[in-house]
């Protein structure tokens, strides 16, 4: 049996991604603020505090029994404080930083010590965004955080495929999927959020993606290891994709 492993699964991507996941038979293990799916552990994963319990938790997951394969799906996120670096709240744009850019990081880290003690292969898949590949105005924290995400996981990729490990580690932006964070940012005013425009013209226009397509197609590639094809792209390890590669 499968061991699937979400963060932030309460909502959004990551409530799609466990939902599919229990319906294919997997084991599901999920981490959020509020209850969630499958053996569920209540973390804030923007308090640092937290972070080794967490941690812990996952390893006791991992070890628990001999699984078929161990897949990790970080998705917890969030944009606010949207507006100007220096205009916003400090306290909210720390706790950006630190749940976008240090807890992939540290949990990711702690997943790959965990994997590295069993033989089945595993998948650390680092939700990011194209916002870490390009600047937007009032997405200063967002941007930084999702740009530390790829950087790590190129450097984390690299050396697992060094060490010759079972375990594959991406970062995957999803594009615009319409989910609760969208509503949120379509709320802002465009002194904050200059671009704001742009994202009401997509949710009108209908090219947001649904949670439940954008939930498979990640599922399937989080099956895949480092130096196999999936959709005729060649997945290796430490790669920076973007869900448009598949389509």
């Given at each position: 049996?499968?061991?699937?492993?979400?963060?932030?699964?309460?909502s959004?991507?990551?409530e799609a991604i466990a939902s599919q996941a229990e319906a294919d038979g997997h084991s599901i293990a999920t981490i959020s603020r509020r209850p969630g799916p499958g053996t569920y552990l209540e973390a804030d994963l923007s308090d640092p505090a937290g972070w080794p319990e967490?941690?812990?938790?996952?390893?006791?997951?991992?070890?628990?029994?001999?699984?078929s394969r161990v897949v990790f799906v970080h998705n917890a996120g969030v944009v606010?404080?949207?507006?100007?670096?220096?205009e916003s709240a400090a306290d909210q744009y720390?706790?950006?930083?630190l749940l976008n850019a240090a807890s992939p990081v540290?949990?990711?880290?702690?997943?790959?010590?965990?994997?590295?003690?069993?033989?089945?292969?595993?998948?650390?898949?680092?939700?990011s965004s194209g916002a870490g590949r390009r600047p937007i105005k009032g997405w200063s924290s967002y941007c930084a955080g999702k740009a530390a995400t790829d950087m790590w996981a190129q450097a984390a990729g690299m050396e697992q495929a060094f060490r010759g490990s079972n375990a594959t580690v991406i970062a995957i932006a999803p594009g615009v999927v319409d989910t609760g964070m969208q509503s949120v940012i379509r709320s802002q005013n465009s002194d904050a959020f200059p671009d704001i425009e742009n994202f009401i013209q997509l949710?009108?226009?209908?090219?947001?993606?649904?949670?439940t397509e954008v939930a498979a197609t990640l599922l399937a590639l989080a099956a895949v290891n480092a130096g196999e094809e999936f959709r005729s792209v060649r997945i290796e390890n430490?790669?920076?994709?973007?869900i448009s590669d598949f389509s």
């Open positions: 049996m499968q061991l699937t492993i979400i963060s932030g699964a309460s959004g991507i990551g967490v941690s812990a938790w996952i390893d006791a997951q991992v070890q628990s029994q001999d699984w606010d404080p949207i507006g100007f670096a220096g720390t706790t950006n930083i540290v949990l990711g880290a702690g997943f790959l010590a965990s994997v590295a003690k069993i033989d089945a292969p595993s998948h650390l898949m680092l939700i949710k009108e226009g209908g090219a947001l993606s649904s949670a430490g790669a920076i994709l973007s």
